[in-house]
């Protein structure tokens, strides 16, 4: 049996540089397809830039002045907060409860599967303005339904008081089949002899739930939930299907924001120091996010 | 053999020649691309499609391309295109955005060219609409089609609430709808789209402002006037108050839309809708059996208390070459094409109201129900001046109207949230 050549001084820095250059085109995408154009951005970001203007003079951080002072940004930044957090965290309620439902024997939980996939593969537009059809205050089901019952009907998206919950509420089935295949396929990973051995220690539905569960299932519910929050933080398309924003902006995220202001208005320097904001907030929620998650995982 | 392979050779020399040829052809064929937020098949075909095909059977050597975008996203996709370096070279601008593209410089200044056109002739348009294209003394687009919105009011309903005819002050205004309103049975007395900033701005606050005299930006478009202008605010406040107070209008209003306002007015569910001379191929789409001066007629928009008179919000297309255009002078043949009395007809025809004289007599225009349109035309202006900030202005007019009948403030509220907003914002 042939022993393997020593590694020398030299082929180790020969490793190294081969290395180097094979990461090199990986760097190359990155540089050009994300570190470019947030430098772009981030100088946009400190110009007085108007589509209607011929002259961008420099203004600092004027621009992100008045995004505060103008009072919109903050309702956005608001509205972005409880769209994110009110949609993943109903996701993941409904997601897992299904799953969970769906692990059980029952008869067409395959079929029951595959229905609920629809809603996840449907484009966000579609699912919009099927769910605008019915919140519709004149033709829509859910007034229907009210009017059987002897309730007044409701102008469900033209009110701001309930506008962003409907939006929510449309997200969340949305985004409940993405959670339900993920906890489905790592919940068939896990053992069953250890429900078993906790069904014989006397152990009820809720601990095995709690202690057999939760458990398991932690690591794919921590990367559904920063997959979860990165597309609803982003999210455009279901929304203004739904609302525009509106009415006023009681439905307005910073995405959509960023939109009018730029693509709407042409002010394309408050439309980058928006968006640098905005990937700074979400940079800083991903990076608390992971770094507790990972922690807790290390923990146990 | 030797016979057949000399054949072979003169055919591959035939072939390679009249490939070659029809290849020059083929590139000595100009393309020129025309945007349009016309995207329904019916008005396009009729309208625009027709003016382009007789332009390319008059002019051989030009192929005209469509890119005909929705109008909801029109003006963003006109410019992330141009931006992209891929913009049209003759498109339609909507009239709130002629002073955001032309200071984009966007567009060709089109003063040396119409001096020397014998097609466009200045003097044959409305003054106003003519006055409106030109911006700091130049001319950077030529008017398409105007319009002016009117009220549609349906017979059956009125007859049925025992009103004899239309309503000429906003008081029988409300009291007309008032007497069509019957919830329980789900009708309506009046409904105005409000779903997009340009519907808000236009055809729910701007018909009751320019009745009434108001302005809710100076003349030079730099501030908000609002507040200040008491016909304004009374036109702002009448508009909350038919929905807030007088309770006459559908659910929903916060943010109707134009086919929702429609489908009602046609299934005998709404009294009054106020709209231009585009309503009609819209109701006749719903239903073909729905006829003008049958079932419906129109009247001019009620006299405001503060003027006495009627009005109206003037709207409408322009045309424009485009700055960037690779074929600048086929792309003003083909704005020329457009500005020809019997093209323009054609355009008027299917959705508004041409904008020059010549075009009066030609096309349907004789037909008894434009001669509204016409008495209408005079008193109608745009809700407010052109300023490159108009799609702001348009939509802070519709956050105002909707912090009211959707967030519960009051009229005098969103008027000064208006003002401010406006003024130290928006118009800076």
């Known amino acids: 049996m042939r022993t393997p050549p020593p590694i020398t001084a030299a082929r180790s820095r020969s490793d190294a540089m081969l290395g180097n250059v094979l990461f090199l085109p990986a760097l190359a995408v ?3 397809l994300f570190v470019i154009p947030v430098l772009y951005e981030l100088v946009i970001s400190l110009y007085r830039s108007r589509l209607y203007e011929q002259t961008n003079p420099f203004v600092g951080l004027q621009n992100y002045a008045w995004l ?54 449907m484009p966000g537009v579609v699912g919009g303005i099927i769910w605008r059809w019915m919140f519709d205050p004149i033709v829509g089901i859910l007034n229907a339904a009210l009017s059987i019952v002897g309730l ?6 033209g009110q701001t008081s309930t506008a962003l919950g409907c939006c929510i509420l449309a997200n969340i089935w949305k985004g409940v089949p993405f959670w339900l295949l993920m906890v489905s396929a790592r919940l068939q990973a896990v053992p069953s002899e250890l429900y078993d051995a906790a069904a014989v220690d006397g152990a009820g539905w809720r601990h095995r739930f709690v202690h057999i569960t939760i458990p398991q299932i932690r690591g794919v519910v921590t990367i559904c939930a920063l997959l979860s929050f990165i597309w609803t933080f982003n999210s455009f398309d279901l929304i203004y ?14 995405p959509m924001l960023i939109y009018e202001i730029g693509m709407r208005n042409g002010h394309y320097g408050e439309a980058a120091a928006s968006s640098i904001i905005l990937l700074i907030m979400m940079a800083a929620a991903i990076g608390i996010f992971m770094r507790r998650s990972l922690t807790r995982q290390e923990e146990t | 053999m030797k016979h057949a392979r000399g054949y072979l050779v003169v055919f591959l020399c035939g072939a390679v020649l009249a490939g070659s040829a029809r290849a020059q052809t083929t590139q000595r064929r100009i393309r020129l691309v025309y945007a349009t937020p016309v995207t329904q098949a019916q008005i396009w075909e009729a309208g625009e499609a027709t003016v382009i095909r007789r332009f390319m059977e008059a002019n051989p050597d030009i192929e005209v391309v469509a890119r005909q975008i929705a109008f909801e996203s029109y003006d963003t996709q006109v410019l992330l295109s141009v931006r992209g370096g891929t913009g049209p070279d003759v498109a339609r601008v909507n009239t709130p955005t002629l002073r955001m593209w032309a200071g984009a410089g966007y567009l060709q200044p089109l003063d040396e060219f119409i001096s020397r056109s ?54 029988e205004l409300v009291a007309a709808a008032q007497r069509i309103q019957d919830k329980p049975r789900k009708r309506y007395g009046l409904a105005m789209p409000t779903n997009n900033e340009w519907n808000a701005a236009y055809d729910a606050l701007g018909n009751f402002l320019v009745a009434n005299g108001g302005h809710i930006l100076n003349e030079q478009g730099t501030r908000s006037t609002a507040g200040e202008d008491p016909a304004a605010r009374e036109a702002f406040q009448f508009l909350c108050d038919l929905i807030t107070r007088h309770d006459v209008c559908p659910p929903g209003m916060a943010s109707m839309s134009g086919e929702v306002v429609d489908s009602l007015f046609v299934q005998g569910r709404l009294g009054m809708l106020m709209g231009g001379p585009y309503e009609r191929g819209n109701l006749e789409r719903l ?25 109206s919000a003037q709207g409408g297309w322009l045309v424009a070459a485009f700055a960037q255009s690779r074929h600048p002078q086929e792309a003003l043949r083909l704005l020329e094409f457009f500005q020809r009395p019997e093209s323009l007809a054609i355009i008027a025809a299917v959705e508004n109201l041409p ?3 010549a075009a009066m007599n030609l096309g349907p225009f ?37 912090r009211v009948v959707a967030g519960g403030a009051t009229a005098d509220e969103a008027i000064a949230w208006l003002d401010n907003k406006l003024t130290h914002h928006f118009l800076r």
């Open chain 1, 30 to 32: 990155i540089v050009l």
């Open chain 1, 241 to 254: 299907a739904l609302t525009r924003g509106g009415p006023d902006i009681a439905t307005t995220t910073v």
């Open chain 2, 355 to 357: 904008p020059r004289r």
């Open chain 2, 287 to 311: 239903n073909p059996n729905f006829q003008w001066n049958v079932h419906y007629g129109t009247a001019v928009i009620p006299a405001g208390p503060a003027t006495g008179r009627s009005g």
């Open chain 1, 68 to 121: 505060f002072r103008t009072g919109d940004f903050p309702t956005a930044m608001l509205n972005t907060l409880i769209w994110t957090v009110g949609s993943v965290i109903g996701q993941a309620a409904v997601g897992i409860f299904l799953a969970v439902v769906l692990m059980q024997d029952l008869p067409g939980r395959n079929v029951f599967r595959t229905l609920l996939l629809c809603t996840w593969i």
């Open chain 1, 152 to 157: 007044p009907e409701f102008d469900w998206l």
């Open chain 2, 118 to 171: 014998d097609v466009i002739q200045p003097a044959d348009y409305w003054e106003g609409l003519w006055n409106f294209c030109r911006i700091d003394g130049k001319q950077w687009a030529v008017p398409l089609g105007t319009d002016c919105r009117v009220l549609f009011y349906h017979f059956g309903l009125f007859r049925e609430a025992g009103l004899t005819g239309p309503p000429a002050t906003w008081d």
């Open chain 2, 366 to 402: 004789s037909d008894p129900f434009y001669k509204v349109f016409f008495d209408q035309l005079p008193t109608a202006r745009p809700p407010f001046p052109s300023v490159p900030q108009a799609p702001n202005v348009a939509r802070a007019v519709q956050r105002a109207y909707q």
